[in-house]
């Protein structure tokens, strides 16, 4: 797509380079803040998992054991100062809703007892006392808990007891309950309603159109939209599925859209149960499986679909137990139940699914717990292990056996540990003592599980030795876990229950896992436990699964509390746990000071965790986080130190400095807090104009000071690490680690992540990876650190002016003796006083670390500038279509987009964010949409992204679009112009190539033009380049040199545009995607650019660059057209400084021909032809291989033209001697050329030898003349070709030279082709013939035709050639075939005795029969030529014929080898018969008239004698039967020795049978002709007359015949008069000698059949069909007579051979005999059967063996039947009659015709 932000999308390297968008931060500031920030983000990433904290290994043999230790639980209300803090952040309790109490009171008032209002607990007990199932439970998806009393149930919402709903339609008493999600819906198909459309436009024209592909598809539920989640009630008999909805959500509940609850009034489905199952526990999946265990440790799935299928139900049950039998897994099911026969009975009591690796777990009454693979999709269920009591029992007590085994079972409660918290460890199992027992089911390789085994047990709190055991849990009825968090539910009363809870977040980055504890009391019993899911909590990016999430500390700014829910009979206990934030926050709002004991000791358990949950709460927007955040922001600063530097040494310390452990993944060991002794609370004031405020504390009542202060000498800590030379090292202070610290987890989520993804579908389109609510949160959160920062920018390092720079090295290396003399080691005697260094050093060193620490938060201000702007800016296009936006990037882009990371976007150098603004702002361009609000808008939240130059900018690339879409000329070509003068106004912020590259791509050149050459000047206002090309480049002037390189640059933009017309001029296809200024129209369709228009818009340019008078321009320009050979169009530029450039040019390089050529050109242009023939002259003459030989010829006659047209006196002293004298010159220069490549060719046959080298330089070198020529080269390296040439253009006409020049050519060629084959020998050689023969055939002087015609057949003779090769190659020098054919005849009629000589007396035959063969077959001839050719040819025939027979044979045989002499006769026989032919159209006539003859006349008395069936069948089978063999014959041919020379059947029989089956043959033909011939005749007039036509039954009127002779049956008479008069007829035809005419005639008889054929069609529908009438039969006895009739019909096995011989084609024999047969076939078929089906009288007595006969005398169509038999009797019998000739004429002579 071509828009006009062109520029942006395909390029954005200008802004990078700084000649677009300014960058404010440096990147050398960027890359220090991210090397801190990365440093913090590596160190939050070097948590442990679960599994590493719990030190649990799959592989081990025993499980680890943890609990017992003194570290491994810890209270925090146990800690100095932090008695009073609570265990919960807050604690609330919601009573029971007042509709559900008055229902326990309308049950007790029914049951007429006391009513207590105000003991909820009471009344409950009461209603259990009274034998009622009640149930209770939580619903956390959805905020809601239920109450089931007997089959009512009731659901509220436990936040506030709200929004009661209930359902009492059941019948029976509800046993268990569940909410599950449905399924998701499948995507409808009504995509295919756009389909076509979709994949006809792209995506983003589907959105310009307003076609979403959101709307395009959409799910379609099994149930409605409004049915968000089912409820699933199982009772004793069924189990029920009722739909619940929601009201839609409000503007007041938009962060929680379930508000309202709605139960459907009917059921969904309802399932029945089988007898004896009761459902214990439902749970769901979240792609809508519902499973369900049962009293009978089954497991159940309720299976449901949109509708039923032919064999299953819509919605059913399945037994996932009952599959189990066959495998190990469920043979082990067996035994256990055939156990629990005879054990208590078990039951399972709990699903737990693990929805990250869709694994389902199962526990038991009896502890035992099995594992189910649901499948990496989670569609299907596999069962996998089970882990049974006494096998749990057996694992813990092999690795804890000290402890009491007891305390391991049984098992209340499993949790699946998701991947989000180990990867490692998947199952949590909880023992009625608070026994902790940790799971794996997974290898370390996969995620599919395989095994089952207990890893780690971990200990409840109390079972350290120090600790009474009444201290510890027990009786634990109820549990919950997730993520680490823990709750134990222990019935210690019958009125209250004991809660116990873990939390591992207050000690993050502990090698082992170390939890807080507490205990809480609870009125009344617990009936459930679970968590809230917050849905206001802020939008936080996810990471992908790499690792387990990491400790709370590091997300506690994003995530909100964990609020865990505790229904009794109380009601609702809302408990918010504990975060280190929130803890301070508690800490600070109970101590309203930062001084006290409780916030010191808070800082004291982990310093550098401590300052960053200080701005979380210092940064929060919360109002009722005002107070705290100020708080906070005073712990902030008083609690941290300042920056120094660390010395390398070794030295102990007596002190401890505080934060040297105090980072992530260092546990505390005690506290840090301990006072300096050169530290004093008083010495610490107030910064400078905080007096008064609320930063302002009164250190003097702190007991303890929390600040460090920066360290003396004497307190020197040892570093970290250290360096070899000595060099200190940089601590930072706490609050800037901190606030790095904070950024750093802010970022974590997105930093190292990919902004895009790319999504595969009906079509490919990236998407972002984070949403537009989640970037804003971000941005948010870094501006609020932002703001923090400057709102406090006082107290953060201020830089002094004498601590810019660190310490020289001669003082540094003083302050080393200061340490070492400290240490105890002997200080140097140089050093001056100690003292006195040592307190400039600390002075010194304070200012370099405050300075140092400076810069950093100078970095990190840049940092956090720049990562606002940036998702700023990738929210914006985030609320765009962001996929439009990305299809706008180019395809470079895009593929760096993909891998592309937040990092990259911030720390780069600008390419991907210009080119996503450019995308932005060239989708405002594709809907012609003005793009001032996107750019103010970008202006605002992006200033350093996007700048005011950045929108000058824009607004040029706006009026390109309106010129794009604008159909007015002027306002087009204005807003072209418009475009042009904003560019130059910021020349140097753009890049330049790419706006001309725009300004190209609309053929506005004028602009590229204008905008290069103001970019050049504005680039060299002082001509710098221009005086380095002046001055001739000079190697030292290394400004000009840079001057002229940009120059160069910007002048290249109009030399692409040149590039582009001429490119577009050769191949007339370039296309414009925005229109033309400079055409006719302004369009917004596509342009096409024509040659013409590519030509007028080159030279267009050319000028208008030319009319500058910068000369640089002028030099590139030059330059370009020699570069593209436009040498003409240089020349015609009309400058001043063009002769400068070409004599510059020359002089500069004496081998440059080109400029050398140019300047000739140049002056001969210019009329100064004296210059130029001067200048060409000397080129030709000059004495040096530069110039080619063929160069100088070129010369010579450019010179002679400007010689002609000037007047000067020449080298010779006139003008016309020395006109003659080049003009001589170019002769000889010619011939030398000839020569000259004569020599290369030697030389690359016999190699490189010397003399040839030689040859060739010297012909290069100079000029020689034509006596020179032949003798010293022509003759002295045997050129024979060169000779001939030499002789040619002298006009030296000596006949006998010539000849021999022509002999040792042809001898040179025959001599050089040696070493090929045969085949590659003949073509070499005639091929170079026939080149040199094309130059000279026209000249008979210079070409001897017959001299050559002879030398090349003898030598054809003698190398035993192919003899066509000749004449072949003297017809491609365009000779006239009559006259190769009357060369050869002379030939022939010579007699030279050279042919007897080699023994080929008969070669001149072949060649001759050859040619008129090929002469006669050729195509290409027009048929005047053919025709003179041919009666040329015959006439020659006839005497070779004669010459024949005149020669002796025999005496030529004993010469001859290679040829049988007595075929040479029958070649030239059958060349004369060649010249005349017969097409396959005279061939299939000819043998369809011979198959019919007169028998045709007979089939239907044949058919009714047969039959009809046996007729039909007859005829078509003997048609078949004779084809096939006559097919054989006409194939025999070709399997005979010599195909060519067989004439007739005798031949073949000769060549497969011998000579005794030619003589058996001869007699049997000659029979059957003479049979056929009597058949043919005797059957024409039978004079038979049918008896029934006398009972007048004819279909016409009766005929009346007399008795009385007329004069045509005297004169016809059949068996008398008209043998007589076919003899006469017969017998002078059958003496033609050409088969040819008989053939031919023979044909003619084709049209009587196809009359007789039409004859009795028109009979017949005359009569219509009888088959009724007497006679009719299918099939008769004497059918064989038919076969008889048919066979000698259709026999031509005799003379087809004969009929075939004079085809024109003789590959169509074969097609052209079956197409014959085919139409005979049908012939007789359709005469027979029309006849004798519509003949109306009896069949079988009055159809005549003629059929003609059964028609009257005087009938005129019966009349032209009989007439038309005798004309193919005159046809058919002289071709009989030639067959019999030819066959006795070659039984008795040998010869067809003697």
Not at 1037 to 1062: F, H, P, Q, W
Request: aromatic share 10%.
């Amino acid at each position: 797509m071509q828009t006009a932000n062109q520029f942006f999308r395909d390029n954005v390297n200008g802004y990078s380079s700084g000649a677009g968008l300014p960058q404010h931060s440096s990147n050398q500031s960027l890359s220090e803040a991210s090397k801190q920030l990365e440093k913090h983000i590596d160190g939050d990433g070097n948590y442990q998992d679960l599994a590493r904290l719990l030190n649990a290994s799959s592989n081990a043999y025993t499980a680890g054991i943890s609990g017992v230790g003194e570290n491994d639980y810890a209270s925090v209300s146990a800690l100095p100062g932090l008695q009073n803090v609570p265990n919960f952040a807050n604690v609330r309790r919601v009573p029971l809703p007042v509709e559900l109490v008055e229902q326990f009171n309308r049950i007790l008032f029914n049951q007429k007892l006391v009513v207590d209002i105000d003991a909820p607990v009471r009344t409950l007990t009461k209603i259990l006392d009274l034998q009622y199932n009640c149930l209770m439970g939580l619903f956390p998806e959805i905020k809601r808990a239920w109450l089931s009393i007997d089959s009512d149930i009731f659901v509220w919402n436990y936040e506030d007891g709200s929004d009661v709903a209930y359902f009492d339609g059941l019948s029976e008493y509800i046993m268990c309950v569940g909410l599950v999600k449905p399924k998701p819906g499948k995507t409808n198909a009504i995509f295919a309603r756009y389909h076509n459309l979709y994949i006809k436009f792209d995506y983003i024209s589907l959105n310009r159109i307003g076609i979403k592909f959101s709307e395009m598809c959409f799910n379609i539920g099994i149930f409605q939209d409004h049915i968000k989640f089912l409820l699933c009630l199982a009772t004793a008999v069924d189990v029920v599925l009722l739909g619940v909805s929601f009201s839609e959500a409000t503007r007041e509940t938009a962060g929680f859209p379930y508000k309202e609850m709605h139960l459907q009034p009917e059921p969904l489905f309802v399932l029945p149960l089988d007898q004896q199952t009761e459902i214990t526990s439902i749970r769901g999946t979240r792609n809508g499986r519902i499973f369900m265990t049962s009293k009978s440790c089954h497991l159940y799935e309720i299976e449901y679909r949109d509708k039923a299928g032919w064999f299953t139900h819509q919605c059913r049950i399945i037994n996932h137990s009952s599959s189990y039998l066959y495998g190990i897994s469920g043979v082990y099911n067996v035994f256990l139940k055939i156990v629990n026969i005879f054990s208590a009975e078990d039951s399972m009591q709990q699903i737990a699914i693990d929805e990250s690796r869709n694994i389902l777990y199962t526990l038991s009454k009896e502890s035992t717990i099995q594992v189910y693979d649901l499948g990496s999709n989670g569609k299907s269920i596999n069962h996998i292990a089970t882990l049974s009591r006494s096998t749990i029992l057996s694992q813990a007590s092999r690795s804890a056996r000290y402890i009491d085994t007891g305390n391991f079972a049984p098992v209340v409660y499993i949790a699946s540990i998701e991947k989000q918290e180990s990867l490692d460890v998947q199952l949590l199992a909880v023992t009625k003592s608070g026994v902790r027992l940790y799971f794996v089911v997974t290898h370390s390789f996969s995620d599919r599980p395989s095994h089952f085994r207990l890893v780690h047990i971990r200990m409840p709190p109390g079972c350290t030795p120090s600790v009474p055991a009444m201290q510890r849990p027990n009786n634990i009825n109820l549990a919950y876990y997730n993520h680490g968090l823990t709750l134990m539910a222990s019935s210690s009363t019958d009125d209250t229950d004991i809660l116990w809870f873990t939390n591992p977040d207050v000690f993050p980055f502990m090698k082992l896992l170390k939890e807080s504890q507490c205990t809480t009391a609870i009125n009344g019993h617990i009936w459930a436990i679970d968590e809230t899911k917050d849905f206001d909590q802020p939008v936080y990016p996810n990471l992908k699964i790499v690792k387990s999430d990491p400790p709370a500390i590091v997300s506690q700014h994003a995530k909100p509390l964990r609020q865990l829910v505790i229904l009794g009979a109380q009601g609702a206990y809302l408990l918010d746990s504990f975060r280190p934030s929130e803890l301070l926050r508690c800490i600070l709002l109970k101590c309203g000071r930062v001084d006290q004991e409780a916030v010191q000791t808070y800082f004291s358990m982990d310093t550098i965790n401590a300052v960053a949950s200080c701005l979380v709460l210092a940064c929060s927007n919360r109002p009722s986080d005002q107070h705290v955040g100020k708080l906070a922001s005073q712990a902030f600063f008083c609690y941290s130190d300042e920056p120094r530097f660390e010395f390398p040494t070794n030295l102990p310390t007596t002190s401890a400095q505080p934060g040297n452990s105090n980072r992530p993944g260092e546990p505390i060991v005690q506290p840090p807090f301990q006072q300096s002794p050169q530290t004093n609370v008083n010495q610490i004031s107030s910064p400078s104009g905080l007096d008064g405020s609320y930063l302002s504390l009164d250190r003097r009542s702190k007991p303890v000071d929390p600040v460090r202060s920066v360290p003396s000498v004497n307190s020197v800590q040892p570093a970290q690490s250290s360096t070899a030379d000595g060099v200190p090292i940089m601590k930072f202070s706490l609050k800037h680690d901190g606030v790095y610290l904070y950024l750093s987890r802010i970022l974590r989520p997105v930093w190292n992540s990919s902004l895009t993804t790319e999504i595969v579908g009906a079509m490919i389109k990236m998407e972002s990876q984070f949403s537009s609510d989640e970037l804003s949160w971000l941005c948010e959160q870094v501006a609020s650190l932002k703001a923090f920062i400057e709102e406090h920018k006082q107290l953060f390092p201020v830089l002094h002016a004498e601590g810019s720079n660190f310490l020289s090295p001669s003082l540094h290396h003083h302050m080393l003796n200061v340490v070492k003399s400290q240490a105890g080691a002997r200080p140097d005697p140089a050093a001056p006083n100690q003292q006195l260094i040592q307190s400039q050093l600390q002075q010194r060193y304070k200012a370099d670390a405050i300075a140092t620490e400076k810069r950093s938060f100078e970095n990190l201000t840049s940092l956090l500038t720049k990562c606002m702007e940036c998702f700023s800016l990738w929210s914006i296009v985030c609320k765009h279509n962001f996929s439009m936006v990305m299809n706008n990037l180019s395809k470079e882009i895009r593929d760096v987009m993909l891998k592309t990371k937040f990092k990259d976007l911030v720390l780069g150098d600008g390419k991907m964010t210009n080119a996503l603004i450019a995308a932005l702002i060239d989708m405002y361009l594709l809907d012609n949409a003005s793009t001032d609000s996107i750019t103010d808008q970008l202006r605002v939240k992006c200033p350093s992204l996007y700048s005011s130059d950045d929108a000058t900018c824009s607004k040029a690339y706006e009026m390109l679009h309106k010129a794009k879409i604008s159909t007015d000329m002027k306002e087009s070509e204005m807003a072209y112009r418009s475009s042009l003068q904003l560019f130059r106004q910021v020349t140097k912020h753009i890049d330049v190539a790419q706006v001309c590259r725009r300004y190209k791509e609309v053929f506005f050149f004028e602009g590229v033009i204008e905008l290069a050459l103001t970019a050049a000047k504005a680039d060299d206002v002082k001509e710098y380049a221009l005086n380095f090309y002046k001055n001739g480049d000079p190697p030292n002037d290394n400004i000009g040199r840079e001057a002229y390189t940009k120059r160069s640059d910007y002048y290249k933009c109009i030399v692409d545009s040149l590039d582009y017309l001429m490119n577009a001029a050769a191949s007339d296809a370039s296309r414009s995607p925005l229109g033309s200024v400079s055409a006719k129209r302004v369009s917004t369709e596509v342009d096409t650019l024509t040659v013409n228009e590519a030509e007028a818009m080159m030279e267009k340019v050319l000028s208008h660059s030319f009319a500058s008078g910068d000369e640089l321009i002028h030099v590139t320009l030059y330059d370009w057209l020699i570069a593209n050979s436009l040498y003409d169009r240089l020349l015609e530029v009309s400058s001043v400084y063009l002769e400068t450039y070409l004599k510059r040019a020359t002089n500069s390089q004496s081998s440059n021909l080109v400029a050398m050529d140019l300047l000739w050109k140049y002056y001969e242009k210019n009329n100064k032809y004296q210059s130029a023939a001067l200048i060409l002259s000397k080129l030709a003459e000059r004495t040096s291989t530069d110039i080619t030989l063929q160069k100088r010829v070129e010369y010579l006659s450019r010179a002679i033209i400007s010689a002609k047209s000037a007047s000067f006196p020449g080298a010779s002293g006139n003008d016309g001697d020395f006109l003659h004298e080049l003009e001589e010159k170019l002769e000889v220069a010619r011939i030398q050329s000839k020569i000259h490549d004569a020599l290369v060719l030697l030389q690359q046959e016999k190699g490189h030898l010397q003399e040839y080298t030689e040859a060739l330089r010297d012909l290069n070198a100079g000029i020689f003349d034509i006596s020179t020529l032949f003798k010293e080269f022509a003759t002295t390296f045997d050129l024979a070709e060169c000779k001939l040439a030499i002789l040619y253009t002298a006009g030296h006409n000596d006949v006998n030279l010539i000849e021999n020049v022509w002999k040792d050519i042809i001898d040179y060629e025959i001599n050089r082709s040696s070493k090929l084959s045969e085949g590659g020998k003949m073509s070499t050689i005639f091929n170079r013939l026939a080149e040199i023969g094309a130059l000279y055939v026209h000249s008979e002087q210079y070409f001897p035709l017959l001299y050559i015609l002879t030398l090349l057949e003898k030598r054809s003779c003698e190398l035993s050639w192919d003899p066509r090769v000749t004449y072949e190659t003297l017809l491609r020098l365009d000779i006239p075939r009559r006259t190769t054919l009357a060369a050869y005849n002379l030939l022939f009629r010579a007699r030279d005795p050279f042919w007897q000589a080699v023994k080929k007396p008969l070669h001149l035959f072949l060649v001759i029969h050859y040619l008129i063969t090929s002469s006669i077959e050729a195509n290409d001839v027009a048929p005047a030529d053919m025709r003179d050719f041919c009666i040329f040819a015959l006439s020659c025939v006839d005497s070779y014929l004669v010459e024949l027979e005149s020669m002796s044979l025999s005496s030529i045989a004993e010469v001859n080898e290679d040829v049988e002499i007595h075929i040479i006769p029958t070649n030239i026989f059958y060349l004369q018969k060649k010249i005349k032919t017969q097409s396959s159209f005279v061939t299939i006539f000819s043998i369809w008239n011979i198959t019919m003859g007169t028998s045709l006349l007979s089939t239907p008395w044949a058919i009714s004698k047969a039959g009809l069936l046996a007729g039909i069948i007859s005829i078509i089978g003997m048609n078949i039967l004779m084809l096939f063999t006559c097919c054989l014959i006409v194939r025999s041919v070709r399997h005979c020795v010599e195909p060519s020379k067989i004439n007739d059947f005798s031949e073949v029989c000769r060549e497969f049978l011998g000579q005794w089956g030619s003589h058996m043959q001869q007699p049997i033909n000659t029979s059957m002709n003479v049979m056929a011939a009597q058949s043919v005749f005797n059957k024409a007039y039978p004079g038979l007359i049918c008896p029934a036509m006398s009972n007048n039954n004819s279909l016409a009127a009766p005929t009346i015949t007399t008795d009385q002779d007329h004069l045509f049956n005297r004169i016809w008479d059949k068996t008398n008069t008209v043998p007589l008069f076919a003899v006469f007829i017969f017998l002078p035809l059958s003496c033609l000698r050409s088969p040819t005419f008989f053939i031919k005639f023979n044909s003619l008889g084709t049209i009587v059949s196809i009359y007789m054929l039409g004859f009795v069609i028109w009979k017949s529908i005359g009569w219509g069909i009888h088959w009724q009438t007497a006679g009719a039969s299918l099939a008769e006895a004497g059918f064989p007579s038919l076969t008889g009739m048919i066979s000698l019909a259709f026999f031509t096995h005799n003379g087809i051979l004969s009929v075939l011989r004079c085809q024109k084609h003789p590959e169509n024999n074969e097609r052209d005999l079956i197409i014959a047969y085919v139409c005979s076939c049908i012939t007789y078929v359709t005469i027979g059967l029309a006849f004798y089906l519509c003949f109306p009288l009896p069949k079988d007595k009055c159809i005549e063996p003629i059929f003609l006969d059964n028609f009257p005398t005087d009938d005129i169509l019966s009349f032209l039947g009989r007439f038309g038999l005798m004309m193919q009797i005159i046809t058919t019998f002289p071709l009989l009659l030639y067959i019999m000739r030819a066959q006795g004429m070659l039984m008795i002579f040998g010869t067809l015709y003697p």
